[in-house]
């Protein structure tokens, strides 16, 4: 008498197929997190105060940077400003976002990736700091007048004459340096956010992340707070970090995985003894 047979299948994964998931356990304590991300924020605001005060030395290197950008046939920084200049409300959308978009884009980034990336976190935040740890040595040795503070701009301060402003006179303002407009960190954090999410997501849009530097870099501009070469000084930086911390790991779709990684069913023919 034949036995009824059950024909079963079991999916096994090859060994090192799918690397494991950034876990809790691999999210740093958020007290002690918290504090690391207020005192480094706090240092870069103090770190800035620290090297204002060289006049001179900035407005001749804002003379320098200009005629550089002159010979290297740069785009004229007037001309986008003048394409800002034809709308009000415009003119205040890029102020305000030159002023309010820094700072908190930056700390909800930090936040997402402590929360959804917790594996990469840590990356995130070192690559931060050491870019504006290097941001501020350009700043201490290469202090420079922004292009709304050089006559030979033909700039216009956009945020002073419409609005809003974050900054006061530059001889009594004791809550930012105004003379450290190299490189700008404005785009230089908004390339680590574009960097860092297009690293760790999956989806297809992700490169769209890149929209974040791209308008920062025109805001900057076009409101006559950085040059170009402060733009092309932050990439450079952050190329060089990047170089020296590496890119995150960035854990492949599983529909994506090469056929040799892919799942196999194994089937198996097993006799089943049936009740008495």
């Known amino acids: 008498m034949s036995l009824p047979t059950t024909v079963a299948h079991r999916t096994v994964d090859p060994p090192g197929s799918r690397p ?6 691999s999210r740093p304590r958020p007290g002690p997190e918290l504090v690391l991300v207020a005192l480094l924020f706090a240092a870069y605001k103090l770190a800035r105060l620290a090297v204002a005060g060289r006049v001179t030395a900035a407005r001749d290197n804002a003379d320098r940077v200009w005629s550089v950008e002159r010979a290297l046939h740069f785009p004229d920084e007037a001309v986008i400003q003048r394409l800002l200049l034809h709308s009000d409300t415009l003119v205040r959308a890029a102020n ?4 309010y978009v820094h700072f908190p ?12 990336r917790p594996g990469h976190y840590r990356w995130a935040r070192n690559t931060l700091a050491v870019l504006t740890a290097m941001a501020l040595l350009v700043h201490l040795t290469f202090p420079l007048a922004p292009p709304r503070m050089l006559a030979a ?4 301060d956009t945020a002073a004459r419409f609005g809003p402003s974050v900054y006061g006179n530059p ?20 390339l680590v956010v574009a960097v860092a999410l297009i690293a ?10 890149l929209v974040h530097p791209a308008v920062t870099t025109l805001v900057v501009v076009a409101t006559a707070n950085h040059y170009w070469l402060d733009a092309l000084v ?43």
């Open 105 to 116: 884009a930056t700390a909800a980034f930090l936040l997402w990736m402590y929360l959804r």
């Open 96 to 99: 305000s976002f030159y002023a």
């Open 20 to 25: 494991p998931e950034p876990t809790p356990a």
């Open 200 to 209: 760790t997501m999956r989806t297809r849009w992700r490169w769209l992340w």
């Open 234 to 276: 932050a990439g450079a930086l952050l190329g060089g970090v990047l170089l020296a911390l590496g890119l995150p790991h960035r854990h492949p779709a599983r529909h994506a995985a090469p056929r040799w990684q892919r799942p196999r069913t194994v089937t198996g023919v097993y006799a089943v003894t049936p009740g008495m």
């Open 171 to 190: 001889q009594t303002d004791t809550l930012s340096n105004q003379y450290a407009a190299m490189p700008s960190l404005h785009v230089g954090w908004a």
């Open 153 to 156: 701009a033909g700039l216009v």
